[in-house]
């Protein structure tokens, strides 16, 4: 299964960036799907998530600044990050998850840098 990220590259502190993941449209329908980050020497950790019923839940540290949305016509995620700031540099991970289910994907990443 495979997970298209993109949208990612060097933003300046306090700019916006917005990142996308496509999936297949078989798993997008029924999976909930999220970003997750990893900056240098760091694990990877959650950002957001959105069910397929459009329910979020965010990371505290980016409550506020990011949205996460989905659409279901396009089998497509999009994670719309604002007021970025240095300690959000990491590489940023498309996921689907299903409920109830072992199988998991992930996208091959997509760098965000955030400096001057």
């Known amino acids: 299964v495979e997970l298209v990220e993109s949208g990612g590259g060097l933003v300046q502190p306090g700019g916006s960036l917005r990142l996308s993941c496509s999936a297949p449209?078989?798993?997008?329908?029924?999976?909930?799907m999220g970003w997750f980050r990893q900056a240098p020497g760091g694990q990877r950790t959650m950002v957001a998530t959105?069910?397929?019923?459009?329910?979020?839940n965010y990371a505290p540290s980016v409550r506020g600044r990011f949205t996460i949305t989905r659409d279901n016509v396009k089998s497509t995620m999009y994670l719309q990050m604002n007021n970025l700031k240095s300690e959000d540099t990491a590489v940023y991970y498309c996921n689907a998850d299903f409920e109830g289910e072992p199988r998991n994907y992930w996208g091959q990443g997509t760098q965000v840098p955030v400096s001057p």
């Open positions: 449209d078989s798993i997008f329908r029924i999976a909930t």
């Open positions: 959105v069910s397929n019923t459009k329910r979020t």
